[in-house]
């Protein structure tokens, strides 16, 4: 039997973050909102209103398109994009055709599995406004207008992707980018990221293009990863049966975890494209541009390598610290205050740090303890003034109080005890209480030094250096 490879192109919409909505001053975000409470004139289409562009739309578009390596038309132009919906007042979308704000771009996309990178191009980046949505309820068809005129980009990927897998990655590594650039909450529950997959199949190792299907109505990561498999699977069968793919839109049923057929396709001329008359170009000139892109921050990828290479820390170590722009901000910092290891920051990071940010559902920007005393803590173990189990305890106490390690260790004394003489003390006073260990240890049952050196950490309130603790005891025992 022949083997198959699947051709996975993916057609995202991002909602933008902005206060307010692309063409008019409605309020952007309706989550919590009753229906059809942010909408005026302008976004529900009504005749003799203009539209007005929105600026910080460009300018979040254009961090997008920036980081998405695409080029940045200066003059870019607005076009109707024709189709009659309930949902659609206007009967049409202002959205950007030919001449979009974005051309091109690509992500260098990491697979884990492999460890190599997958080149993924992007065909279409453009801006334009949301639809409203229709909902099925009480028996009736109802509208909500609230999203009409949401601002979104649309990104479309070339067909790149080669597994479910992948595509899932691919959506992963854009919704870290968006939350890193700070310009959409890339909430896919909410709708703030949507994605269709364009999906079809071809022997193994041939290059032209099959028929291919859409799937559409996908909100999850996991849903995206198991409607493709779904898909990639019907089709194999289908072709080894002999039949023909079929340009079929399909539609996911989340509840079943089928897909659905839900028409034949239409095609691009359909929409009847032509210039939006009711607004000028948007022109980027170079002040403008500079001044928008003296924003972009070191992108999440490229600060992952850099993590790699500058720090030496492993690609584990790299993908989680950077998995978070606030996270790796407070990771660098703490590399900078402490100047030692970075391996041994990350540690702390990954052992201490984020199981406190994760029991809490907080971010590490909220936490009392700050990178610098996150490092100062680290020295205090380095330099043997208190050891480990003090130094994780510090951790907590620092961030309850939000007061310097040095000072905790000071006002609680919980320096170390290096003394042998008081460890010796202790070590005698066990002896001492447990009389039948004390025997049970002389006639060969060895085992209980653990038990012993426990007992001389207790009594020391974890202070006592473990490993001299241990030496003296063995000494005392073995007399
Ligand atoms: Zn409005
Ligand atoms: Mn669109």
Known sequence: MTSYEAVIGLETHIQLNTTTKIFCSCKADSWFDPPN????????????VLPVLNRAVVEKGVLLAAAMHSEIRPVSFFDRKNYFYPDLPKGYQISQYDMSLGKGGYMDLPMPQSGGVRHITITKLHLEE???????????????????????????????????????????RLRQLLRWLGISEADMEKGHLRCDANVSIRPVGATYLNTKTEIKNVNSIDAVREAILKEIDRQTREVDAGNRIEAWTLEWDEDRGVLKKMRSKETEA?????????????????????????????????????????FGLPEYDADILTAERRLSEYFEAAVKAYGGDPKRVSNWMMNDILRMVNDRGISVTELKLTPVYLAE????????????????????????TGKAPAEIVQAEGLAKVSDDSAIRAVCQEVMAESPKEVAAFKGGKETLMGWFVGQVMKKMRGKADPALARSIMEELLKQ
């Open 130 to 172: 949301d639809a409203g949505k229709t909902k099925n309820e009480h028996g009736r068809r109802m509208i909500d207008f609230n999203r009409c005129g949401v601002p979104l980009v649309e990104m479309v990927t070339g067909p790149d992707l080669r597994t479910a897998d992948e595509a899932a990655q691919y959506l992963i």
């Open 37 to 48: 409470t942010n909408i005026c004139p302008v976004c529900t289409g009504l005749p003799g």
């Open 377 to 400: 803590i680290i020295k205090l173990v380095d330099s043997g003034t208190v050891n480990t189990s003090t130094g994780k305890a510090l951790v907590q106490k620092v961030d309850e």
């Open 270 to 310: 359909d929409y009847r494209y032509f210039r939006e008359p009711d607004l000028l170009p948007l022109r980027l000139d170079d002040a403008w541009k500079g001044q928008i892109l003296s924003g972009l921050p070191e992108l999440p990828l490229e600060r992952r390598a850099r993590f790699m290479s500058e």
